[in-house]
């Protein structure tokens, strides 16, 4: 089983590339896509953040894909593209849309993965796979893939915000 798993992980390193450019042309459709739906609205807080995603990640393709602090730029990205967005939402996010709540939790799960990446391959020299290779796999093309989905139909799918209601709704019972 370790094999076939092994195997697997190799086969998505190889198409890395052609993964990245993928998701890459998803946040470019979902800019797009927001785009259209957003003339003659008065809110497109979607737009921007769509906007913020795609230059990211556009801009993330320029990254040498065999550097070998590959991971920690990715990271840096990552945290960037998380700091971006909290300015927008203090400077223009009027109206926060169910995507904002998406794309932080997805972009900080990313740069963990980034993170763990760089540290087990760079700082630990570890080059046998193991399970957090193939965690790091898949987790960021569903990670991203998702993040783009909502940002298209801006649904709560996962429940994200439903949960921070009720986490934050506790809170406040519990201080009265």
Not at 22 to 28: A, S
Request: hydrophobic share 60%; charged share 10%.
């Amino acid at each position: 089983m370790g094999s076939f798993l092994e195997d697997l992980f190799c086969s998505l390193a190889e198409i890395s590339e052609l993964l990245g450019i993928l998701i890459t042309w998803l946040f470019v459709f979902t800019f797009l896509y927001n785009l259209s739906a957003a003339i003659n609205k008065p809110d497109n807080s979607r737009t921007q953040l769509s906007f913020i995603m795609m230059v990211s990640y556009t801009l993330s393709l320029y990254i040498d894909m065999y550097t070998p602090l590959l991971y920690l730029q990715l990271f840096a990205f990552d945290v960037v593209t998380i700091a971006v967005i909290f300015i927008w939402r203090l400077c223009l996010g009027k109206v926060i849309p169910i995507g904002f709540y998406y794309l932080i939790v997805g972009l900080c799960i990313n740069a963990s993965l980034f993170m763990a990446m760089h540290i087990d391959i760079i700082v630990n020299l570890n080059y046998e796979f193991w399970w957090l290779w193939m965690l790091y796999g898949f987790s960021t093309l569903i990670v991203d893939f998702i993040m783009a989905l909502v940002l298209i139909i801006n649904k709560d799918i996962l429940g994200l915000v439903k949960l921070k209601n009720v986490m934050l709704n506790r809170k406040t019972q519990a201080v009265m």
